[in-house]
């Protein structure tokens, strides 16, 4: 598309529908997310690159595949929405936060139960009025949903170079295994113990650190179950079905036929509080923020 002097300033339902292409199988899938025809998506396509004076989508790629300039595009774009909606939590919180919505995201049981909990009931106690809504989601999925503005703050696994973030608490993974296990009487067990019997896979949050650690060791773990719920794994590892490493944290303090160990290495990992920028935040936001920042960091219970 040849360069063409600009016209008028693009509209809130363009830049809508260029989030909606970055993420899109096809030009009309984006259209139809925001409720859009095909004819009406087109359009307002054509319209934004001819108000822009560049092409924002290679017409060339299979499926859709933003221009050079769509993608330097995007994170400004990302922007306009977040300072609309600062607008909006400001008008609707007011100076004393007496009203306003806080949208939070967690990931996994250690977030979800040990760390949110506390740090929202402190919260509700100084700001009654605020009505905060949490989704649950993964650890990347949280990250995601940060850079779409979806939510305001997210816990996540540090570090992030993307966001801004703040510690929470450190812990680390620990052996889940049998209690009548040949290895249950070691008070450490390696990587190296594990991969020879069958191992148990979480998908909560620890799930990506477990995997990458067999794989920065070069070690190849027999999976034979893959389960979400630590309730599950724990059942299935004290009825000898196989291993499992999880997040001290998220373990409980006894669990009937299964015994907990520490790796030998210890293989650690930070979690954190995270926005997008810390310096225009809501005014519900920035008062959490400011909350955990006073907080002392929290260590796992086989640290301490």
């Known amino acids: 598309m040849p360069r063409q002097k600009q016209g008028s300033l693009p509209t809130l339902k363009q830049l809508d529908l260029l989030l909606a292409l ?5 030009i009309s ?3 139809r997310v ?4 095909a004819s009406a998506t087109s359009h307002a396509l054509r319209a934004l690159e001819s108000n822009l004076g560049v092409q924002l989508i290679d017409r060339n790629a299979p499926g859709v595949e933003l221009t050079f300039a769509g993608k330097q595009i995007i994170p400004h774009v990302r922007d306009v929405f977040s300072a609309l909606n600062l607008v909006q939590s400001v008008a609707r919180s007011g100076a004393k936060l007496e009203t306003g919505i806080l949208r939070l995201g967690s990931f996994g049981l250690t977030a979800s139960l040990k760390l949110l909990p506390p740090i929202l009931d402190t919260f509700r106690r100084r700001y009654p009025g605020i009505e905060v809504q949490v989704i649950e989601r993964t650890d990347l999925e949280i990250e995601q949903a940060l850079l779409d503005r979806k939510i305001e703050i997210g816990i996540v696994t540090l570090p992030n170079d993307r966001l ?5 608490t450190a812990d680390e993974l620990v052996a889940v295994l049998p209690t009548d296990h040949v290895l249950a009487a070691d008070e450490t067990v390696s990587l190296r113990d594990l991969i020879r019997y069958p191992f148990i896979l979480t998908y909560a949050g620890s799930g990506g ?3 990458r650690t067999f794989a920065k060791a070069g070690l190849q773990s ?5 389960l979400s719920q630590l309730t599950s794994i724990f059942e299935f590892v004290a009825r000898g079905q196989g291993v499992s490493l999880v997040a001290s944290l998220s373990i409980p303090n006894t669990y009937e036929g299964v015994v907990f160990r520490r790796l030998r290495p210890a293989v650690t990992r930070r979690i954190g509080l995270a926005c997008l920028n810390d310096t225009r935040l809501s005014p519900a936001a920035a008062a959490l923020w400011k909350q955990v920042q006073l907080k002392p960091l929290r260590q796992s219970k086989l640290q301490r």
Do not use: F, P, R, Y
């Open 222 to 226: 027999k999976v034979t179950h893959e």
């Open 22 to 26: 970055e993420k899109a199988d096809g």
């Open 29 to 31: 899938s984006a259209g």
């Open 209 to 211: 650190l477990v995997s």
């Open 34 to 37: 925001l409720g859009m025809t």
């Open 164 to 168: 801004d973030t703040q510690i929470l």
